[in-house]
């Protein structure tokens, strides 16, 4: 029975610090404030209404509850609009990757590109880069943009891009 005990007591001391090393590998919201910068391509898996993606980006660096408000405008070759304020979270691993989603409501205008059904869209996204030593960042995203079926036609679309997130404390 002592035999017992002090095994399980041995492996209560190897979990627990291990699990304080993986702890340590991984943070929460740990960014600073960035301004984001990205091309990408629109409309990845339709040959109608492909074209090329810009966006500019603020996200904020302090977080409330876990998430960090952003804002943010994305424009396309062929006109398309979309403007929305939304919620992140990131989480860093091992102080140089850091994976971040991201959901926003936002105003969406096809100009001469894709009619996505409304004026109400939604973009939900999944981001994955690495964090430089002066905490600038360069990361690749899949976003999704859907008006959730807030009219009959909600064909959607899909975009891949690639950010360049420059934290302000480098730029004041």
């Not at 859907?146 to 064909?155: I, V």
């Not at 959607?156 to 891009?161: F, K, R, S």
């Amino acid at each position: 029975m002592k035999r017992l005990a002090l095994l399980g007591a041995l492996l209560c001391v190897v979990l627990a610090t291990s699990s304080e090393r993986a702890a340590a590998q991984v943070a929460l919201n740990d960014t600073p404030a960035v301004i984001s910068g990205g091309i990408g391509w629109y409309d990845i898996y339709l040959q109608d209404d492909q074209a090329v993606d810009f966006r500019l980006e603020y996200r904020h660096g302090d977080d409330f509850l876990w998430l960090k408000p952003w804002a943010g405008l994305e424009a396309t070759s062929d006109g398309s609009v979309w403007g929305g304020i939304g919620v992140l979270i990131d989480i860093t691993f091992f102080d140089s990757i850091v994976l971040t989603a991201s959901f926003a409501p936002g105003l969406y205008e096809d100009g001469g590109g894709k009619d996505l059904g409304h004026t109400v869209e939604f973009r939900s996204q999944v981001e994955l880069g690495y964090q430089f030593e002066n905490r600038s960042r360069l990361s690749l995203a899949f976003s999704h943009l859907s008006n959730a079926h807030l009219s009959d036609d909600n064909p959607g679309t899909e975009v891949l891009n690639l950010y360049y997130h420059l934290p302000l404390e480098m730029l004041f």
